[in-house]
């Protein structure tokens, strides 16, 4: 279960009247009320199971919400009343009349109150409650409703069980309702109400454009409000995780390498027992050296690529290659679990952005295989490489190198007055790296 969850509805004119007869029915039934203290621990009553699952049928998308989980988990008299309380006022938007909503929003019961309503905007917005709700009931065009909520031991311990801190993310975050409604920043209306509730604090927010036929919702866009949101409620937590994963990312790029060199150390010894990544990287080999300009993967055509690709993904399958994918796999997921309910599946090694650098590390290995650069028995590519970043030539170079941008690419001023090469900050290209060769070796 993720620890933010927010649901993005919206309403646009009359209420369906079957959800309407829904209200009258589910308001005049047991259940709705919460359960009394001394009998907040007895099992869930008939009559609350027989009502949460008349709303399971007819609001499929309460199942999603932290008051079900907890049902769930520990099914009370005391949780069945809190996830049916809930549920329901979730999804008053599309139940209720939009004027009645936002006059809800801002008296409920556990709202936190600044003046004589709960409802908050942009910082120095004054805020008539009954203009509000006129504006809202008769704008014509679409009004979307939202809900972000937390565990209450994680509001607690992060300071979001107050208006305060819930105001200062909003309205720090108006630009991102921009972006993802596509509402011009001049357009957008909005509003919001932090109701401290005992399990689970959130906040309603409610907003518009003034240009009646502005604005659109995707689903990418609800994704990219759930990780922003998340971020900043759980900025420490989440450094922590990145920089584990960092760690775990840099170990697998290190063992990629060490996996592909001793796999070419066995080729030039006649015994390599991987022999899809043999015949890919001799292929791989011969089309790098007919091809020219930066051998580097960006700039590669589309068949190369592929091959590129393949040899990568044969590397996921090295055993201790595929341990280190599998422990960054998991640091990834973590970040996700936070706001998200389930779990995309794994990419293929390849289809990682982020391990961009392993298909680079293995077109400079093709490249080096190509010109003979091969793995001795008395010394590997790794140690090689080591030798060659801490000797005498890369310091050489070191002093001569002239940086742009960190964005941008660097000139290397080779030795012996060559040519200078614009290089890929993140990619050394195999002219420098066989200059590097060709002066260690002479030492």
Not at 64 to 92: C, G, K, V, W
Not at 185 to 206: D, M
Request: glycine share 4%.
């Amino acid at each position: 279960m993720p620890k933010l969850i927010l649901r993005c509805n919206y309403l646009k004119n009359a209420p369906p009247s079957h959800l309407e007869n829904f209200v009258t029915y589910i308001g005049t039934r047991d259940g709705v009320e919460k359960a009394v203290s001394t009998t907040a621990h007895l099992p869930s009553t008939a009559n609350q199971k027989e009502l949460i699952q008349d709303i399971l049928v007819k609001i499929p998308d309460a199942r999603q919400m932290h008051e079900y989980y907890d049902y769930l988990q520990r099914p009370t008299r005391e949780n069945a009343s809190e996830f049916i309380i809930q549920a329901l006022e979730n999804h008053l938007d599309i139940i209720a009349k939009k004027k009645n909503y936002v006059d809800y929003l801002a008296h409920r019961p556990g709202v936190e109150k600044t003046g004589t309503h709960g409802l908050f905007s942009n910082e120095g917005e004054p805020i008539v409650l009954s203009r509000v709700a006129e504006e809202v009931a008769n704008h014509k065009g679409v009004v979307w409703t939202n809900v972000i909520s937390l565990r209450r031991e994680d509001a607690q311990r992060l300071g979001y069980d107050s208006a305060v801190q819930w105001q200062a993310l909003l309205r720090s975050r108006v630009e991102l309702l921009c972006e993802n409604y596509k509402i011009d920043s001049r357009n957008l209306k909005w509003y919001a109400a932090f109701h401290n509730e005992s399990h689970h604090p959130h906040v309603h927010l409610v907003l518009y454009s003034m240009k009646a036929s502005e604005g659109y919702l995707t689903k990418k866009g609800i994704d990219t409000m759930r990780s922003t949101y998340a971020h900043d409620i759980f900025r420490q937590e989440f450094m922590s995780i990145y920089e584990k994963k960092t760690q775990q990312r840099e170990q697998l790029k290190e063992q990629a390498d060490r996996s592909l060199l001793f796999l070419l150390q066995q080729m030039q010894q006649g015994i390599c027992h991987n022999e899809k990544i043999m015949e890919q990287m001799q292929l791989l080999s011969k089309r790098l050296n007919n091809t020219g300009g930066k051998k580097v993967y960006g700039y590669l055509k589309a068949d190369v690529k592929a091959i590129v690709n393949n040899i990568v993904d044969e590397l996921e399958k090295e055993e201790r290659v595929a341990s280190c994918y599998r422990a960054w796999l998991e640091s990834s997921n973590e970040i996700l679990c936070y706001y998200k309910d389930t779990m995309p599946e794994p990419l293929p090694m390849s289809g990682q952005k982020e391990l961009k650098s392993i298909k680079n590390m293995v077109i400079r290995e093709a490249v080096r295989f190509g010109q003979g650069y091969l793995c001795t028995e008395e010394e590997g590519f790794s140690e090689l490489e080591t030798r060659w970043e801490e000797g005498e030539a890369h310091t050489e170079w070191q002093e001569t190198t002239s940086k742009k941008d960190s964005n941008e690419y660097i000139t290397f001023e080779m030795p012996d007055d060559a040519a200078a090469l614009e290089l890929d900050e993140r990619d050394i290209s195999d002219a420098v790296y066989n200059t590097a060769v060709y002066n260690f070796f002479k030492k």
